[in-house]
């Protein structure tokens, strides 16, 4: 028990290694209080038994628990296979169940029962629509799936807290994010991983696949490399390009800070900030919070602060020492955390220590966003700071970019939006934070939960507003509304329809 308990100790049992226990017990009353005092006194957290067989001499029992890591659920399985007259016949993993074959499928929107649907979703009738488009490229929004269809990007250099695992690897990550778009926002994603890191080689291919889709989504690509990328796409595509790692987690950072200001008391123009990391993320977070109003930023990497001294010619760090560290601050960390108001991390875990977060001002705020341990614990974060964030789901406030990117790419679909302004992604982060009521708004609750079915639609509302606002009134693919696109009178559809009439 010594071990398996202080290994437990170590985490706390979770989702994301949840087994279950096929289990043969000798028939007797305590057969499953047994088990479930095993598991207990091995650290997993049981969330069900259940007797799936019996017979006069003998039960078997599905025991289903979270553990803490894949050790831990052996371990477990070892506590209840030592118990006299005992035998653990399998165990299976409840995440790799639901990744078997995949987490997406694709389903026809249309009938096609009879020869009649055939005819209209194939040959002939189609051929008539594939003309209508080749006379009028834009009609292939109204009348394609590119009106609701995102390309989800990867090359798997970057898969967070996994590194450089390849594109094979990344896929059940894109396919996650995939359903996050359909089960938040009702937007079709797909996954598209690309066996190549070549910079060029993606920006080729990506433009080469862009016919397809009404916008793209940039994930899990390494930097500096996914600036560029970014960068060249949003200049050569005439559809939106996002990239989650930076401006994802930027839009959500602004969104609880804004939040978190209000609490205590301060504003975003007054306050100092100090930034642990300044790759992709921290990079974003920086531009969107000087967007908001901030004006004393200082970024931080692995060797100190970012100041004149530190150019090495890379463009994303020379924009943050033009536009940061205005009195020159050249010292560590831990020396520009003391006196600060908010500290924002997107770096590494364990780097800071709770009597660092006390040389803070009063009413600190601390965003340790490192995954999944974040920078600073945040129980010994929250002895001193007034509101602590993490990337976590099992601590209050937790920064997750389902807040963001669903809704945002709702609104620009819904508009037909080709670009994404520094202020499109500002009034979305405002969207968020106004999620919060007054009433509902307290240190332990500065950004909404990630199955707040009012997150979306807001930020939808915002993007779409503002999309029209920069890129003129309408649009193109519809006016509001999740699905809901009404087609133009102009357009071939609307002209054939209104013929037929």
């Known amino acids: 028990m010594g071990a398996t308990s202080a290994r437990a100790?170590?985490?706390?049992?979770?989702?994301?290694?949840?087994?279950?226990?096929?289990?043969e017990v000798p028939?007797?009353?305590?057969?499953?209080?047994?088990?479930?005092?095993a598991v207990a006194e091995a650290g997993g957290a049981v969330m069900g038994v259940d007797i799936v067989h019996s017979s006069t001499t003998s039960l078997t029992v599905d025991v289903?628990?979270?553990?803490?890591?894949?050790?831990?659920g052996e371990q477990v399985r070892e506590a209840i296979d030592s118990l006299d007259g005992v035998r653990v016949l399998k165990m299976s993993d409840s995440t790799f169940l639901m990744h078997l074959g995949g987490k997406l499928e694709v389903n026809p929107k249309v009938p096609l029962k009879t020869r009649r649907d055939l005819s209209r979703a194939y040959t002939p009738g189609v051929a008539r629509v594939c003309l209508a488009i080749a006379d009028k490229p834009e009609d292939a929004r109204r009348l394609t799936i590119k009106r609701n269809t995102v390309a989800v990007v990867t090359d798997g250099t970057a898969v967070l807290g996994l590194g450089d695992i390849g594109p094979a690897a990344a896929l059940p990550v894109m396919e996650g994010k995939a359903a996050l778009f359909k089960q938040f926002a009702g937007v079709d994603a797909w996954p598209v991983c690309l066996d190549t890191k070549d910079t060029?080689?993606?920006?080729?291919?990506?433009?080469?696949?862009?016919?397809?889709?009404?916008?793209?989504?940039?994930?899990?690509?390494?930097?500096?490399?996914?600036?560029?990328?970014?960068?060249?796409?949003?200049?050569?595509l005439d559809i939106p390009v996002f990239h989650d790692d930076q401006h994802g987690t930027a839009i959500v950072v602004l969104a609880a800070l804004v939040n978190a200001l209000k609490v205590v008391g301060k504003s975003v123009e007054d306050v100092r900030i100090v930034i642990s990391g300044v790759g992709a993320a921290g990079s974003a977070i920086i531009r969107l919070l000087r967007a908001q109003g901030a004006r004393q930023i200082i970024g931080f990497d692995r060797k100190g602060a970012l100041h004149e001294g530190v150019r090495n010619g890379d463009a994303t760090r020379d924009w943050i020492?033009?536009?940061?560290?205005?009195?020159?601050?050249?010292?560590?960390?831990?020396?520009?955390?003391?006196?600060a108001d908010v500290f924002i991390g997107v770096s590494a875990g364990n780097i800071l220590t709770g009597g660092d977060v006390a040389t803070m001002n009063d009413g600190a705020i601390v965003f340790a966003l490192a995954n999944p341990t974040p920078e600073v614990d945040p129980i010994a974060a929250g002895e001193s700071a007034a509101v602590v964030a993490t990337g976590r789901s099992d601590?209050?406030?937790?920064?997750?970019?389902?807040?963001?990117?669903?809704?945002?790419?709702?609104?620009?679909?819904?508009?037909?939006a080709t670009q994404i302004s520094d202020e499109l992604l500002r009034v979305a982060a405002v969207a968020i934070a106004e999620v919060v009521s007054?009433?509902?708004?307290?240190?332990?609750?500065?950004?909404?939960?990630?199955?707040?079915?009012?997150?979306?639609?807001?930020?939808?509302?915002?993007?779409?507003?503002?999309?029209?606002?920069?890129?003129?009134?309408?649009?193109?693919?519809?006016?509001?509304?999740?699905?809901?696109?009404?087609?133009?009178?102009?357009s071939a559809a609307g002209a054939a329809v209104g013929s037929a009439g």
Not at 9 to 23: A, C, F, K, M
Not at 205 to 215: N, Q
Not at 459 to 481: D, F, I, L, P
């Open 9 to 23: 100790r170590q985490g706390l049992p979770s989702p994301s290694y949840t087994i279950t226990l096929r289990v």
């Open 27 to 37: 028939a007797s009353q305590r057969a499953t209080s047994t088990l479930v005092h």
């Open 64 to 72: 289903t628990c979270d553990t803490v890591d894949a050790e831990h």
């Open 200 to 236: 060029e080689e993606i920006i080729s291919i990506v433009k080469a696949l862009a016919p397809g889709y009404g916008g793209v989504n940039l994930e899990d690509i390494s930097a500096p490399r996914c600036f560029e990328i970014e960068a060249r796409l949003r200049e050569e």
């Open 321 to 339: 020492i033009d536009h940061t560290n205005p009195e020159g601050f050249t010292g560590s960390l831990q020396e520009g955390l003391r006196g």
């Open 395 to 416: 601590y209050p406030n937790q920064i997750n970019n389902v807040l963001a990117f669903p809704g945002l790419f709702r609104g620009l679909l819904d508009v037909g």
């Open 438 to 490: 007054e009433d509902e708004l307290n240190p332990a609750f500065v950004i909404p939960g990630v199955f707040d079915t009012r997150v979306a639609e807001a930020v939808a509302e915002a993007v779409r507003s503002e999309s029209q606002r920069e890129e003129g009134s309408g649009g193109g693919a519809g006016t509001s509304g999740a699905g809901l696109y009404p087609l133009d009178s102009d």
